[in-house]
Structures are given as structure tokens and as C-alpha cells.
């Protein structure tokens, strides 16, 4: 694993997977935290976020960029073991990032949150674009502080 992580980078490369159509927001993130802070994990990691986007599948529920935060936060820190602990501070992390974007945006709600944006539209890409950065940044953000891995 790395010993230190580009913040702007990493808002960066998921911005832009997710501005050239090459992802979708939850996708996006989980691809950039696994490179970015080089796990060694198969890409097929990427899949289990595909069906989240458009708040879950398209039905305009939850955030994909959120679950795809908590996706990426569960890399390093969910559990694999039956009754393990560890799940606790994957929980409490996850609140973390979840009321962050509430805080700043107040809903979770992909539909509330795109009201009166046509799907693919300029305004719809960019606030969308704008939430997979600050999502992937965030969720690094943390990871980086529970890890101790510098920011530069």
C-alpha cells in the first residue's frame, strides 16, 4: 500500500471517469481508491458498484457516489470473518462520509438531489461529476487519517 495519496489527483481521476463516460459515479470512486492507493485486489472489484448509479440502478434512490464511498471504505477497513468487531469502525466511518454529504448537501436522495435536471443533461453531469470528486476525495480523506498514509 502507498505511503502517501494525492487528494487533487484523486478527485481528479474519478472526476474524469465519471466526465468521460468511462464510469459511473459509485464505480468511478471504488476504481480510483483501489489504483490510487494501490490495492492489490482484481479489478472485479469495479462490478460489485455498477449497479448503484443513478441512485441504485436508476431508480433514483441513494447517492451512487456515497455507496460508492462506503464501498471503497469497506476495502480497507469491512470485515471477512463471521461476528467480527471490525465492523463497528466500518460503520462509524461510513456515518462519517454519509453526514459529511448531508451536511453539505442535505439529502442522500439522488432524485431530490437531480430535481428538475433532465438525466444527462450539462447540469445533471456536472453536479454529478462534481459529487464523484468530492465523494472520492473524502472517502480518501478518511482512509487517510485512519491509516496514517500522508496527503500531499
Request: aromatic content about 6%.
Amino acid at each position: 500500500m502507498v505511503k502517501q495519496v494525492n487528494i487533487n489527483k484523486i478527485r481528479t481521476t474519478a472526476e474524469n471517469y465519471y466526465r468521460n463516460l468511462d464510469f459511473y459515479c459509485s464505480e468511478a470512486i471504488v476504481k480510483t481508491i483501489k489504483d490510487e492507493f494501490e490495492l492489490q485486489l482484481p479489478d472485479d472489484i469495479i462490478k460489485m458498484a455498477s449497479g448503484f448509479p443513478i441512485g441504485i440502478g436508476g431508480s433514483g434512490c441513494t447517492c451512487g457516489a456515497v455507496v460508492g464511498g462506503v464501498m471503497a471504505l469497506g476495502l480497507f477497513f469491512g470485515r471477512t470473518d463471521p461476528k467480527d468487531p471490525k465492523v463497528t469502525k466500518s460503520m462509524n466511518l461510513a456515518s462519517e462520509l454519509h453526514n459529511i454529504f448531508m451536511e453539505r448537501h442535505k439529502c442522500l436522495c439522488c432524485r431530490t438531489l437531480t430535481k428538475d435536471m433532465t438525466l444527462g443533461s450539462p447540469a445533471h453531469m456536472n453536479q454529478c461529476i462534481s459529487f464523484t470528486g468530492e465523494v472520492a476525495e473524502e472517502t480518501a480523506r478518511i482512509i487517510a487519517r485512519e491509516l496514517n498514509i500522508e496527503i500531499v
